[in-house]
């Protein structure tokens, strides 16, 4: 890949900014500091030491800087104070944004989607995530290209003419873009097998749910002790970024499909979730929604908002959901739980670690499918023990009786398999 800047190859000290305003539509302060917080764990992630933090009041964002020229200075001083190296916004900057402010203050300057993209960067391990991962930094990095070149402009120098950098800069540009169109279509061939995977299971008609919600909510960790998965589980922002699928099977019998999905975070990069946006897919295909909240976090209707943005932006969100509070062994106050159930009519409270309410979880899973399980006694004839085999593999066979007239039994299934299996119903009081 084509280096977008020269950044210093381990940051030491980070100042972290987070700039707000009183106006209507930006984030208030309370918010803005949470969001500053949220910043210091994901840049703690990268193991980049924070120095400093800064939470800044604008009366308006300003083009320039984003914040004015007297507040820039401050900021300076406290980067020449603490020799900080790495100037990190919350807030996204434009472009021409961090390059004005690199030119002032001589440090690296990002932004929390460059963080964020740096992650996922890190964390990715299939080559569809890393497939994915590259294509969102080429789209973040395609027009902050010119950084890394300015120092050429200078030297050229030319009035007037187009300088050497500039020249170079188009050389880039089209490189770049070269670079993700071919990604693009290595993706879309990962995509297309993933597609004939998807295909294959459909053909076993067995119903699935995604495990959603922000990230380091416990999705990974309901999926180990659902299924036993071995699924990386951390306590650290985004530790999966690859969709895992394993089978359970609910009290009922009925079998279901659980995959673990990426996390979502608030102000996740656009070029993320549109280069995640097939393996997020999982979510979009998903009979139905596990959406997991931390509910010990005091933000945590919040997260729960962010989540459901990211899954209408998905098309997902016409799903239908069911709530998980997890972690609620870290509550210890009991008014708390009031205002969940407030906030959250009609959600599941679980922990995860201590096992509690699992079973109620399960059986709002088993709820979910209500409409995609038949019961019913069949009597099958003597010899159609491919039926038979079809039921254990699909359903759940509660009982069966090999008789002179047949093999009798009940079981549950998907209805999918009705159309077969009607024929065979069992007479009314009929039993093995
Ligand atoms: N106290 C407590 N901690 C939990 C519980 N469930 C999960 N955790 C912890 O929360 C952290 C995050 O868990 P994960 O399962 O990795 O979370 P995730 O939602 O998959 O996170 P990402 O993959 O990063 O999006 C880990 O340190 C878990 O041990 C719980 O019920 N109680
Ligand atoms: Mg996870």
Redesign the pocket.
Known sequence: MIDVKERPKMVERAMLVTIWSRRDDSPGEHESRGLLEELVSLVGTLGIPVIEQMLVRVPAPQPKYLVGTGKAEEILAVIKDSRIDCLIFDNALSPAQQRNWETLSGVCVIDRQEVIIDIFARRARTREARLQVELAQLEYSLPRLKRAWTHLDRQAGGIGGRGEGERQIETDRRLVRKHIDKLKAEIAHVRSTRATQRKSRERLPLPNAAIV??????????L?RFTGAD??????????LDTTTRKILLPSGQPLLLT?T??FIRNLPHDLVDAFKATLEEAVLADFLIH?V?A?HPLALEFFNTTNEVLASLGADTKRILVAL?????IDTPGRFEVLRHQFPGAVF?????RTGLPDLERAMGDMLADRIVSGSFLLPPDRHDLLALLHRHGKVFESAYRDDGIFLRATFPPKLLAILEPFRAPMGAHP
């Open positions: 919600g922000y990230t380091n909510a416990g999705k990974s960790s309901l180990k699924v990386l589980i951390e306590d650290k922002l985004f530790a999966t673990d990426v996390g997991v931390d010990s997890n972690k609620i062994d870290r679980v922990s995860v670690h201590e």
